[in-house]
């Protein structure tokens, strides 16, 4: 039996072992050349440590990693041993999570190819390579461009006016300023059919070294809607009713996606509609005629026809002067909402009806359609719904008056209706604002029993239950 002291010299000089170290918060980019001998690194000590593995290559290796937080062990490995872990790598990713008080060992163990590259970072809040659980937003396609958002940061924080002087804000004509720092978004896209960016490991190293389909027309940060602000960016240059595949890489560290979309058929004509601050969630495709003096081929505030702007603002403006003459404030007309939730879900709901939607059906729908008769979603067995399309002829007068009919046919997509009734929910009962009922005709206005069932309180029954999905379908409009 040695001393206690010699005891620790010994194992102070075992974990001396490893001759390259890991530094706490640090990403370690490698590749099969630069693999220290022998193939170990010291790991910091830390509560809890997360130590990330993450490919940057696409061959498949027979490399195996092993950790050990113990500071008896010098070379964890497959023979395993107290405290020795293996970190499982699934689609190029692995992720551990342990105590490391005294810190530890991390071994590689297998050979590695030569053209291997990989990365490794060790944190202690939380790891460092990982794949997001919030997808890229899409905004809407044209047959050649599309909009697209990242996963947001930065949520808004409302600070509600209080009485006597309870101020609401008129219709924002000037977007807020963009918060100081940002996440450095990149935006990655390619056809759904190549098949390519599916099949790779699915790390942020890997897809930054792919080349995207497309170019991006514009780039800039945009608060859409409450759950913060996005980095959007307008896409030019793509084929006409193509499945794209899309992900949005995070600091080079952490991806987002897939996320799938689909370009309109060649013959959608109607143009792209963003950067409007009054209704910063209309960034889809509207039936005007294509815009002229615009770079990037859309309608923003700059060039939208201002008889549409204008009594758009005058509805603003005079609803929040409707409203106040209510004490805001002062008398609660709900335990949940006030006067500020109800302007703000007015003006969502105003925007959603004010600015009709162009769609057209998604084709996922049309093959199932035509596969059966009955039409199932594959992964719930649920009949899968058709969008909430309603067909324009050269004839048909627009919902919004300000938009002058159009001589072309076209299919809008109807608002979805819980934006009315938000709307609804959210507001004083003495403004008298209504949602047309399911049972009734509100189909022929509003995409009915897509969120919500179909029934009033059917809160989440709707099938699919979302406006959108991350395959490409688009069911109804919401802003
Ligand atoms: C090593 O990890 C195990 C499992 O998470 C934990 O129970 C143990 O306390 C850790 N030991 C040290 C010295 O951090
Ligand atoms: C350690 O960190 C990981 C990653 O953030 C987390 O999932 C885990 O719950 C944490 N463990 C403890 C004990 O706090
Ligand atoms: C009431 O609030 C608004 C906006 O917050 C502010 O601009 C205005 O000066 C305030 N008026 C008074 C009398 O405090
Ligand atoms: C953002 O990331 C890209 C790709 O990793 C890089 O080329 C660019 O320089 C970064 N931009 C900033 C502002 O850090
Ligand atoms: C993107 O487009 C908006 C609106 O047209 C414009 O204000 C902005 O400067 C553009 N940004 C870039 C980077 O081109
Ligand atoms: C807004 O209010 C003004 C003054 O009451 C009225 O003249 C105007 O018609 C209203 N506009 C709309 C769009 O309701
Ligand atoms: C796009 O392709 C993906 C992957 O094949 C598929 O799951 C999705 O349903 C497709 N989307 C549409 C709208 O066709
Ligand atoms: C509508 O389009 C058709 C065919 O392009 C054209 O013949 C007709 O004159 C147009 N009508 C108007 C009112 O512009
Ligand atoms: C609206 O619903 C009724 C009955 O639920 C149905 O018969 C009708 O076809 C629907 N209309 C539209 C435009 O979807």
Not at 90 to 106: E, I, K, R, W, Y
Not at 297 to 319: C, K
Not at 355 to 382: D, K, N, V, W, Y
Not at 442 to 449: D, K, M
């Amino acid at each position: 039996m040695l001393p206690e002291t010699l005891l620790c010299l010994v194992n102070a000089a075992l974990i001396q072992a490893a001759t390259a170290s890991l530094s706490l918060n640090a990403i370690l980019s490698l590749n099969s050349q630069d693999i220290p001998s022998p193939p170990s690194f010291s790991l910091p000590a830390a509560q809890n440590l997360t130590i990330t593995v993450a490919y940057c290559s696409s061959e498949t290796v027979s490399t195996r990693f092993f950790v050990t937080n113990s500071t008896t062990v010098d070379d964890p490995g497959p023979d395993g041993g107290t405290d020795v872990y293996e970190i499982t790598v699934n689609q190029g990713l692995g992720t551990f999570s342990a105590p490391f008080l005294d810190g530890g060992v991390l071994a590689i163990d297998g050979t590695l190819s030569d053209d291997f590259s990989f990365e490794i970072a060790a944190s202690d809040s939380g790891p460092m390579h990982e794949v997001l659980a919030t997808f890229p937003l899409l905004g809407d396609t044209t047959s050649n461009q599309a909009l697209l958002f990242s996963p947001p940061f930065d949520p808004p924080i409302f600070i509600d006016p209080s009485y006597p002087n309870y101020t609401l804000p008129g219709p924002s004509l000037s977007s807020p300023l963009p918060p100081d720092s940002s996440p450095n978004f990149t935006l990655l896209i390619a056809p759904t059919s190549s098949q390519t960016l599916t099949s790779l490991p699915q790390t942020a190293c890997m897809m930054a070294s792919q080349t995207s389909s497309g170019n991006i027309a514009n780039e800039s940060l945009w608060l859409r809607d409450e759950d913060g602000w996005r980095t959007q960016w307008l896409m030019a240059g793509l084929s006409p009713q193509t499945n794209y595949t899309a992900y949005v890489i995070q600091d080079s560290q952490k991806l987002s996606g897939p996320m799938y979309f689909v370009t309109k058929s060649a013959v959608f004509a109607c143009p792209l509609a963003a950067f409007l601050p009054y209704c910063p969630g209309v960034t889809y495709a509207i039936p005007l005629p294509p815009p002229d003096n615009s770079e990037l081929s859309i309608y923003d505030s700059t060039n939208l026809p201002s008889t549409i702007s204008d009594t758009l603002t005058t509805y603003f403006t005079n609803f929040t002067t409707t409203l106040t003459t209510q004490a805001c404030g002062r008398d609660y007309y709900s335990p949940l909402q006030t006067c500020a939730d109800c302007q703000r879900a007015y003006f969502r709901w105003l925007c959603s009806v004010s600015f009709p939607r162009c769609g057209e059906q998604s084709p996922s729908t049309t093959t199932t359609m035509s596969s059966s008769s009955i039409g199932t979603t594959a992964s719930t067995g649920l009949p899968s719904p058709t969008s909430a399309l309603q067909a324009q002829t050269t004839s048909s007068v627009p919902r919004n008056p300000t938009f002058s009919p159009l001589n072309m046919t076209y299919s809008v997509l109807m608002p979805c209706i819980e934006t009315c009734q938000a709307a609804d929910r959210a507001c004083p009962n003495f403004l008298g604002f209504a949602c047309p009922l399911a049972r009734f005709n509100a189909n022929q206005s509003y995409g009915v029993g897509y969120i919500d069932g179909a029934e009033p309180n059917q809160q989440g029954l709707g099938i699919p239950g979302q406006a959108q999905d991350q395959w490409g379908n688009v069911w109804c409009n919401f802003v």
